[in-house]
T-cell receptor, first 115, second 112 residues
Framework: NAGVTQTPKFQVLKTGQSMTLQCAQDMNHEYMSWYRQDPGMGLRLIHYSVGAGITDQGEVPNGYNVSRSTTEDFPLRLLSAAPSQTSVYFC??????????????FGEGSRLTVL | KNQVEQSPQSLIILEGKNCTLQCNYTVSPFSNLRWYKQDTGRGPVSLTIMTFSENTKSNGRYTATLDADTKQSSLHITASQLSDSASYICVVSDRDGNKLVFGAGTILRVKS
């Protein structure tokens, strides 16, 4: 099993550009989520999904969109990048059902810099 | 506001020594408390998950304790190794479960 795979690992954008961070898992997990990690702060939840076709907002959703058309994939879209979105982004999945995530399995992260 | 505070922010110890990391939280009611290890440039990896009814849980040289009355948890690392150098993150789940509250982490450096 590859686990949780994130691409790209590094990306530099200019202010106003859009892009999509990809996340795929091969563990048949229903729960998937996106976090951002900033220096000196804990991971903060951006969006999450409890199953295909179902998404919901987390703590810091503004400026980001998600969709969940399949169980395996959960892409994160930045609509119009801003310097405040410079961060390391982590995708995580879990076998948890409903709204309770069990043990979270994280991807290796995507480091995004917005100039 | 639900918060998770970890201490110390950073710690340097000699290889072979023991250490204890602290986690205080204000999340209430809470469902479970987790400890993760995050190596530099990698994603976090789960060490332990404890529900409110558990007092201690071990994973090899890592032992987590939980006092739900005082809302405190600790992670004890025994006989530290160089590979233990990492950030250790405490995470508390509220009753909703889907919104985990992450601490900022304790950066541990083990030197020879």
């Amino acid at each position: 099993n590859a686990g949780v795979t994130q691409t790209p690992k590094f990306q530099v954008l200019k202010t106003g550009q859009s892009m999509t961070l990809q996340c795929a898992q091969d563990m048949n997990h229903e729960y998937m989520s996106w976090y951002r990690q900033d220096p000196g702060m804990g991971l903060r939840l951006i969006h999450y999904s409890v199953g295909a076709g179902i998404t919901d907002q987390g703590e810091v959703p503004n400026g980001y969109n998600v969709s969940r058309s399949t169980t395996e994939d959960f892409p994160l879209r930045l609509l119009s990048a801003a310097p405040s979105q410079t961060s390391v982004y982590f995708c995580a999945s879990s076998y948890g059902r409903g709204h309770f995530p069990g043990e979270l399995f994280f991807g290796e992260g995507s480091r995004l810099t917005v100039l | 506001k639900n918060q998770v505070e970890q201490s110390p922010q950073s710690l340097i110890i000699l290889e072979g020594k023991n250490c204890t990391l602290q986690c205080n939280y204000t999340v209430s009611p809470f469902s479970n408390l987790r400890w993760y290890k995050q190596d530099t440039g990698r994603g976090p990896v789960s060490l332990t998950i404890m529900t409110f009814s558990e007092n201690t849980k071990s994973n090899g040289r890592y032992t987590a304790t939980l006092d739900a009355d005082t809302k405190q948890s600790s992670l004890h690392i025994t006989a530290s190794q160089l590979s233990d150098s990492a950030s250790y993150i405490c995470v508390v789940s509220d009753r909703d479960g889907n919104k985990l509250v992450f601490g900022a982490g304790t950066i541990l450096r083990v030197k020879s």
